[in-house]
């Protein structure tokens, strides 16, 4: 069994960056797709895909909204993701979760249905 365990959230001021990680055990990890979601206030809403990696690192895709401010990085060796995000606003408040999908060798996806394995989120909050 897979577990995902997130850290790096709090609080930060609008303009400002924060750094999340994702460290992975069990599993295979090097062999899995990743992606980091969010979720916002309203839990009605799915999960949004926000980036995702692939086992070689090539970029799966950015959400439009954080294109250009957000970076998707992982380190095979240590079995972790990383999410640098700069320049911050409000509506980047969100739980952000780490997801695996173990399908990589068959497809990309930003459904969040796709992937298999989900850490526990951690919080980020923007202040204006």
């Known amino acids: 069994q897979v577990q995902l365990v997130e850290s790096g959230g709090g609080l930060v001021q609008a303009g400002g960056s924060l750094r999340l990680s994702c460290a992975a055990s069990?599993?295979?990890?090097?062999?899995?797709?990743m992606a980091w979601f969010r979720q916002g206030t309203d839990k009605e809403r799915e999960r949004e895909f926000v980036v995702g990696i692939t086992p070689d690192g090539e970029i799966i895709d950015h959400t439009d909204s954080v294109r250009g401010r957000f970076t998707i990085s992982r380190d095979n060796a240590k079995n972790m993701v990383f999410l640098q995000m700069s320049s911050l606003s409000p509506e980047d408040t969100a739980v952000y979760y780490c997801?695996?999908?173990?399908?990589?060798?068959?497809?990309?996806?930003?459904?969040?249905?796709?992937?298999?394995?989900w850490g526990q989120g951690t919080q980020v909050t923007v202040s204006s």
């Open positions: 069990g599993g295979t990890f090097s062999t899995y797709n």
């Open positions: 997801a695996a999908d173990r399908m990589a060798a068959l497809r990309t996806s930003r459904n969040p249905h796709l992937y298999d394995f």
